[in-house]
């Protein structure tokens, strides 16, 4: 176990170090936890989380059709007349991510609306960084909002057999929702001071770009909504772990063969292809790995057994305990593992105690969902917004992403931290 600490700590500081060979850096120790043994051979393929790869990877292409449509420029037309200057553009563009990111994945949710930061920050002739990092964090806030807005979301509500209102409304009191909105509002406010001084005003030329093609924006709408849909199915369907992802390419399938018909060359499909970010992917796939061993190697688990010992008998100190050290952990390491070990550990401790293990479930997911913001590479969401800007050659510091993704963590956990307490634990 230990070795498995040092080479996972060791990976993440020359991750944050060297920034520009991240991908490298984590596919390198993805092989080491390998042949060491670490992660043994028949846990590869489960440790990869195919499911996300292929979803970026669909997505990312039916983007690439999206910005050539233009509608990205016609939307950043739309929002640029509706705002009076730079700063209320960005807050209203991370309001906007994470309305949407509460019903579809934040990968997905950033692919989507990234574009259309990036042509408002072209039009305006500004820094591009500081709008991406926004829609990013947003978009990991809202993952806990809804049944359907984040795999942990989804499998805290399977634990607990919740329904989609049971998110909203739950043994009759508000639910998790209203704690996760508390907090989005106050970050509102984070990001509204962040970019106080960015007053210029937005002109108005009173002219709007022209869609060249429509169906583009319908494929991503309609990725949207079969997301959506398919988060209700029933259990029976028995549908596969990477039915997101299949729904994303399918759909970009359709995308590249209507793009084929139209313009009756082999770049209507090479080039869309071109636009998905590999090196994005491949960070992504090291990471997985390097997760994957250190689960082998029962660090996560150890992690969750102090995490569960440290609390001892009073239900608020383990309450705080949970919330605080799962924002920490998940800081650095993937939440879906960790949620996934800590919620049968969360139940027998609150059947030991004979309390309700609600406050302490939903300080889990809330903890554990909003940890990503701290770190570049804490979430995935994070990851696709950086790989988003690097393609356009922007390079992101560590010091840009701290200065909005830590006091933006700290507005939206607290309240939220305070709010869970008060609905539930007191009772």
Known sequence: MIPAIILFAITYILMLVFG???????????IIFIASGMLPLDGILPAIDFNVLLMIAGT????????????????ADLIMEKVPNVMWAAVALSLFAGVIS??????????MIAPVAMEICKKLKTNPVPFIIGIAVSSNLQGAATLVGDTTAIMLGSA?????????WYQGRPSIFFAVELGAVLSAFILAYFFRREKAPIPKTGTRTKVTDYVPTVLLCGTIVCLVLCSFAPDSWSLPAEINGIICCIILGIGLIYNLIKKKKPSAIIEPLKEIDFATLGLLTGLFLMIGAISAEGVIDAAAGLLAKAGGGNVFLLYSIIVWASVLISAFIDNIPYVATMIPVI?????????????????LLSGATLGGNITPIGASANITGIGILRRDGHTV??????KIGIPFTLAAIIPAYVYIWLAYGIY
């Open 102 to 111: 509460a019903f579809v994945d934040n990968v997905a949710t950033v692919l």
């Open 397 to 402: 510091k560590n010091s840009d992403f701290f």
């Open 347 to 363: 139940g027998g401790i609150a059947a030991t105690l004979g309390v309700d293990p609600t406050p302490l479930y939903f300080g």
């Open 160 to 168: 607990l057999d919740m329904s989609f209102i049971d998110f909203f």
């Open 60 to 75: 990312m292409g039916l983007v690439a059709l999206f910005i050539e449509s233009k509608m990205p420029e016609l939307l």
């Open 20 to 30: 520009k060979i991240r991908p490298l850096i984590a596919l390198a120790s993805g």
